[in-house]
């Protein structure tokens, strides 16, 4: 599986991005799809999940800000950032996880995903 991350960029405080993760190769095989980010200096940490049954699995930082969904026909995961603040800058991996049944505690682990996709940095000025 080969996932490309895309939408990243610079925005002011409140406003919006959808980042999109593109799947190509051997996307049958997989559970679910998270998005984690890595902010400078800090060790990269989960934001959301979304299952091939379309249960969804958030970080408390983001409930309520972030919605993230898939299009199982383009093969497309999509996280849709309202109301960003400066601390949701870093750089925003996806990542595919090929582990049927995994919780919802396991998917926000990165020792979860089987492959990632190249990052892109998010922006957020104040």
């Known amino acids: 599986v080969q996932l490309q991350a895309f939408g990243g960029g610079l925005v002011q405080a409140g406003g919006s991005l959808r980042l999109s993760c593109a799947a190509s190769?051997?996307?049958?095989?997989?559970?679910?799809t998270g998005w984690f980010r890595q902010a400078p200096g800090k060790e990269r940490e989960f934001v959301a999940a979304?299952?091939?049954?379309?249960?969804?699995y958030y970080a408390d930082s983001v409930k309520g800000r972030f919605t993230i969904s898939r299009d199982g026909v383009q093969n497309t995961v999509y996280l849709q950032m309202n109301s960003l603040k400066p601390e949701d800058t870093a750089i925003y991996y996806c990542?595919?996880?090929?582990?049927?049944?995994?919780?919802?505690?396991?998917?926000?682990?990165?020792?979860?995903?089987?492959?990632w996709g190249q990052g892109t940095l998010v922006t957020v000025s104040s």
């Open positions: 190769g051997r996307t049958s095989s997989s559970y679910a």
């Open positions: 979304v299952t091939r049954y379309d249960n969804t």
């Open positions: 990542a595919t996880s090929l582990r049927y049944g995994s919780s919802w505690s396991t998917l926000t682990l990165r020792t979860a995903y089987d492959y």
